[in-house]
């Protein structure tokens, strides 16, 4: 059975009825973020399986879900357009924010240990993902060792990211933790070929609280205090780096 014909099997059983489901009109091959999304030594014919593997993309509204926690896990997601924020609820109904996913992404990857997700995925602006199978991705990365090892990658990156942000939140100040926010959607901005010192912030301040385990105040205060000092210009959502070498100081 060719790739295709059992993504279809997976797809319509229950997601292909859905009317924000549609075939794929760009494949990996051609797509903008292929460099950011996907192993940089695959073959024509390599790309060939995943266009024939991934057939299918999911358009999500501003406000809606992707999928929720306790949803079954059945396929990895990765983000074409767009972005994302993760979200766990304390058993208080306080929400905590753990992610921010843009352009190029991958989301999903926390359902493989318990074959449900363990997060909400919830879209900051209109955006669109890339649906993969997950079952077929395993037969493709016993197949294609590139993709089985950017797939290990990507979980790897998960481990860290957790990590690094259980040491942002145990160890740093305030300012820095915004700082070090700043810089690393910075350079995740310039690996998507964006300007790294002028861009806009999809996320709230008070989603950034939550994801720095901070007050919304003390993150309008953040800003305000880097902006007087010239390090950033921040205007609403519009931030400019202004001093790359003071931002990496503070």
Do not use: W
């Not at 939140?169 to 810089?183: C, D, I, K, N, W």
């Not at 931030?239 to 003071?246: E, T």
């Amino acid at each position: 059975m060719s790739f295709a014909s059992e993504g279809n099997v997976v797809l319509m059983a229950p997601e292909a009825a859905r009317a924000d489901i549609k075939p794929r009109s760009t494949r990996c091959s051609t797509c903008s973020m292929q460099r950011v999304c996907m192993p940089a030594d695959l073959s024509t014919d390599d790309y060939a399986r995943l266009d024939a593997l991934i057939c299918s993309t999911r358009t999500v509204r501003r406000g809606e879900t992707l999928y929720r926690c306790g949803d079954a896990f059945q396929s990895v997601y990765a983000v074409r357009s767009g972005s994302f924020k993760t979200v766990v609820m304390h058993r208080d109904g306080h929400e905590q924010v753990t992610g921010f996913q843009l352009a190029g992404d991958a989301l999903g990857l926390d359902g493989i240990s318990a074959d449900r997700h363990g997060s909400d995925a919830i879209a900051l602006e209109d955006s669109v993902v890339c649906i993969i199978p997950f079952d077929l991705l395993e037969v493709l990365c016993r197949e294609v060792r590139a993709i089985q090892h950017h797939v290990h990658r990507l979980m790897s990156s998960e481990i860290v990211r957790e990590s690094s942000l259980v040491m942002l939140l145990g160890t740093m100040t305030a300012e820095q933790r915004v700082a070090a926010f700043l810089l690393n959607l910075s350079t995740r901005m310039k690996a998507r070929g964006y300007s790294p010192s002028q861009f806009v912030l999809r996320m709230t301040r008070e989603e950034i609280g939550s994801y720095l385990g901070l007050k919304i105040e003390t993150v309008s205060r953040m800003f305000s205090r880097l902006h007087k000092l010239g390090v950033v210009d921040a205007r609403g959502k519009e931030v400019r780096i202004v001093d790359q070498a003071a931002l990496e100081s503070v």
